[in-house]
């Protein structure tokens, strides 16, 4: 360890990433003790004085599937629980381990950063999703800490209908000493888009961030808006967007899997970012999209903060999930 990573009061900067790594995966477990502590109740009131039987395997099946984890995720956990312990004695404890070891193999290929390619100056990440599931708020977490890790970031307010939305970002901006490209509320999107890329290429930026407007008259013509979006962009760089994120409000619970299909057949849905993970009992709706359309999981969202953003681990959320310790291995 060279001096240069000593810092004030004799710690080092491992220390402080360990720290805050802590920190935060305290707070992602305590965002889902409303999750966990419905699935801990349930396993617990079903499992008393049992074997494991059909009876037990039904009502456990139908407690996934209240707590947001879908049929079809349900189904493959409770059978494979049964086949394990058919017929055996089994504490709740037992099933809660059982079936987080099970969420993580699930969660485990869909839990992926986003990744920045370097040969691509800018890279465009293209913000979507309905009004209200946190685009803004995650595009300025997101430059808020790329920009601390070093990278030379702009972000486009490309939800022009608002203007509280364009504020919005320039806060975000100011607070993170990022650019922000904005133009008068009722501007034409695609435009400012173009020309926010334009700038950003002249720029040398590494990552432009474009967010997006999520609701308009209806569907179609959120379609038409996006579509024109990505046209305009691919007239300054053909491969862009590099990364086209939808950015979903885990509160809405099932809800979520039409959003998914909506948002996929309109601009190609590269990665999705889970937000207000806090405060939700709903949080097994990961569970049920990763199984459903093997999405990569790029963040998570447990809060308003700049750091309340962090990329989505398989191995804490499932056991977090379960009201299982993180810091002890899943099996
Ligand atoms: N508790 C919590 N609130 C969030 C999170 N992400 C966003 N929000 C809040 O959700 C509201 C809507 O977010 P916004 O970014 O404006 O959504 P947009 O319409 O999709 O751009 C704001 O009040 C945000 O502060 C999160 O992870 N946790
Ligand atoms: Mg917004």
Known sequence: ?????????????????????????????????????????????ILTKRKLDDASLTELE??????????????????ALAKERFGKDITPEDVRESFAADIRRILEPVARPLVIDPDHKPFVVLVVGVNGAGKTTTIGKIA?????????VAMAAGDTFRAAAVEQLKVWGQRADVPVFAKDTGADAAGLAFEALLEAKKRGDDVLLIDTAGRLQNKDELMAELQKIVRAIKKVEPSAPHATLLVLDATVGQNAHAQVDVFKSMTGVTGLVMTKLDGTAKGGVVVALAEKFGLPVHYVGVGEGANDLRPFTSHHFARSLMGLNPDLPTN
């Open 1 to 45: 360890m060279s001096l240069r990573d000593m810092l004030p009061g004799g710690k080092t900067s491992d220390d402080v990433h360990q720290q805050y790594q802590g920190e935060w995966q305290l707070k992602l477990s305590e965002g889902l003790a409303k999750s966990s502590s419905k699935i801990v109740a349930g396993i617990g009131d």
């Open 62 to 79: 139908d407690l996934l599937i209240t707590a947001d984890l879908g049929t079809a995720t349900a189904s493959k956990l409770t059978q």
């Open 144 to 152: 808020h800490q790329m920009k601390a890790a070093g990278k030379k």
